[in-house]
Every structure is written in structure tokens, then in C-alpha cells.
């Protein structure tokens, strides 16, 4: 069947619109490693007929989708029903892969633009929902696209692609590998040395940018035993909630806190921004306090301890830059 024709009118002028995938026009040449196209087509009987359903997948897979305009805003990415020519709504690419991630490995919905297109489908749709209606043609159906998504997945097209991502994926690591050496060995990179009683100057990380530098360099002096506390002794360290659970005691004439939970901050300024609930956080261990600050905070008789004044909440605060032995700079200082 043809595809309808759609006219605007506008006073004198009458125009023919298009409609349907620009990117589907630019399925030509050799697009190169990192992107593949499809066009396949996938034929199945249907239950009480006496005609077959036809179905016809095409479209493109990339990890240059910007390249081929593909944008999930503006919904002309993932997995799209076409009837009669006309583009309907979006099948979830998730549903049809068994939740595995795209095709059976990569790349994303985000990065295909692949078309359906089945005319016998139309008197199954339901249009107000977006969906098509449940049944033995819906079956037969998602079993038709099942096979072509397989299809695309077994081909020798498909690991080629997956063998190239990966490989650049590997470059790209390689990379900011290097990167990062390079910034380290610079002239003016900056270091966390802790100079003990002995006057031995010891190199402990690199300035904090982050909280994982921030913990690295809390670990270090915990282990050398230079922290200025009677007992801190880390137990766990966890990705959600506190970052630290520790037994502590902040002096010999402190109570000891078993269990307690500690927060770590590159700069305690994040605190807040971070969402933390102080009621679950009595302590935070920082790096330094930062400059911009909408919390009070309450400078004490010890250097690198404050007190932060959140709601009716006090919160203990402790620089890591303002503690005994620590000293910043560079390496041939």
C-alpha cells in the first residue's frame, strides 16, 4: 500500500509535507566503524488468516547518533512503530529485549533509530494508549520483532561494531590514563605531606579535589596513627547514606562514640548541598571549611575542629588541612 499523501494550504500556497525519519534518508555509503544500518524483514502467519504478516525493520544504530540527529527529546530514537508509513509511538526497546541492554549488549535505546513497520498491525492499535491491543496477532507480532532484533545481534555487522566500541572505549581509557599521569607529574602539582615528630617529611596524596581524595588522605593518617584524635578507627566505608562508620573519641577526657557515623567532604561547604541529614551525621571529617559557607559555623579552641550550627543541630567539623604535621606543596619544595 502507498503512503498517503498530506497537503497544507496555506491562502495560494499549497505545499506537500514530508513525514516519517530523516535519518531513515541517510542510509547510504559506508557510515563507518561506529555506526550500522539495518533492513530486514521478517514474515510469520497469522492466526485465523489466510495472509501473512510482514515484518520490516530499518533504521540505524550509532555511537555518533548526534551525527544522524538522533535526539530521545524529541522521540526519534529507540524502538518506533510504523504503519502504513506513518510513525505511531515508541515500542520500549527494553520490552523486547528481555531487559538486557539494547540489542543484547549495547548500544542504548538512546542510540538507535530503528522503525517497525507493519501495516497488518493497524486494526490492533490502540492509538489513546500508545499501545497495541493484547491478543494473537500482538503475539505474533512481538515474536516477528524478537527475531529481527536477534538477527541484528548475531550478525557479523553487530560484533564488528561491538568489537570497534569497545576497542575505542579502550583507547579513550588509555587515555585518560594519561592524562592523568601528565597532570601528576607537573611542575606545579600540588602534594599533602605530613611531617612528623621525627621532622621526616612524608608524601601522602595529592591536593584534594574530591571526597575520595579527601578519604585517601584520612586513611593514610589514620594508619601512621597522626590523626589528633585519642581513637579513630574506621570499620566500614559505604556508597550511600555516611561514608564512614567508625569507633571514635576525640580525646582522653571524651566520651567514646562506638559506631559512629562520619560524613567525609572534599570542602565542608558541599555538606549541605549534598542533601545530608545532620540528625544521622554528628561528624564530618572535610578537607578544608571552603570559602562560601551558609552554615554558622563556630570556630573553637582547637585549629582544626569547629561547630556547624544546622537548624538545632550541632554538627562536629574537622579540617584535615589544619591539623598537626600538615603541610601542602609542591614536590621540589
Known amino acids: 500500500m502507498s503512503p498517503p499523501k498530506i497537503h497544507l494550504a496555506v491562502g495560494n500556497t499549497k505545499e506537500e509535507l514530508e513525514f516519517g525519519f530523516p535519518v531513515l534518508k541517510r542510509m547510504g555509503g559506508d557510515p563507518g566503524e561506529s555506526t550500522r544500518f539495518v533492513n530486514l524483514v521478517e514474515t510469520t502467519g497469522l492466526p485465523g488468516k489466510n495472509f501473512p504478516m510482514t515484518v520490516t525493520l530499518k533504521g540505524l544504530y550509532s555511537v555518533e547518533a548526534s551525527r544522524f540527529g ?18 505511531y509511538f515508541d515500542l520500549n526497546f527494553e520490552e523486547y529485549t528481555r531487559g538486557r541492554r539494547g540489542l543484547g549488549i549495547n548500544p ?26 493484547d491478543g494473537a496477532v500482538k503475539e505474533a507480532f512481538d515474536h516477528a520483532v524478537q527475531k529481527l532484533l536477534m538477527r ?8 564488528a561494531f561491538v568489537a570497534h566500541t569497545k576497542r575505542q572505549k579502550e583507547i579513550r581509557g588509555a587515555e585518560t590514563l594519561d592524562e592523568r599521569k601528565r597532570k601528576l607529574a607537573r611542575p606545579e602539582q600540588k602534594w599533602v605531606f605530613y611531617v612528623g ?9 595529592r591536593e584534594p579535589e574530591n571526597e575520595n581524595d579527601t578519604l585517601a588522605v584520612l586513611w593514610k593518617l589514620e594508619v ?12 566500614e566505608h559505604g556508597a ?6 567508625a569507633h571514635f573519641r576525640e ?21 549541605r548541598l549534598h542533601g545530608h541529614n545532620p540528625n544521622q551525621m554528628p561528624v564530618v571529617i572535610c578537607w578544608d571549611i571552603g570559602k562560601s559557607r551558609k552554615v554558622r559555623l563556630r570556630d573553637t579552641n582547637t585549629a582544626w575542629k569547629f561547630i556547624a550550627e544546622i537548624g538545632d543541630v550541632n554538627v562536629r567539623v574537622f579540617a584535615l588541612a589544619k591539623m598537626p604535621g600538615i603541610k601542602v606543596g609542591r614536590e621540589d619544595v
Open 70 to 87: 538522533i535526539v530521545p527529546e524529541i522521540g526519534n530514537s529507540g524502538l518506533i512503530l510504523s504503519v502504513l508509513g506513518i510513525p
Open 108 to 133: 542504548s535505546a538512546k542510540n538507535c533509530c530503528l522503525v517497525v513497520e507493519c501495516d497488518q498491525i493497524q486494526e490492533e492499535m490502540n492509538i489513546s494508549r500508545s499501545a497495541i491491543n
Open 152 to 159: 541484528v545481534a548475531e550478525s557479523d555487522a553487530y560484533k
Open 197 to 205: 615528630p621525627d621532622g621526616k617529611r612524608r608524601r601522602l596524596h
Open 224 to 235: 601512621l596513627g597522626a590523626l589528633p584524635f585519642y581513637q579513630f578507627e574506621s570499620l
Open 240 to 245: 550511600s547514606g555516611a561514608d564512614i562508620v
Open 251 to 271: 580525646t582522653l577526657e571524651s566520651n567514646p562514640e562506638r559506631f559512629m557515623t562520619v560524613e567525609a567532604e572534599c570542602l565542608f561547604t558541599n555538606f
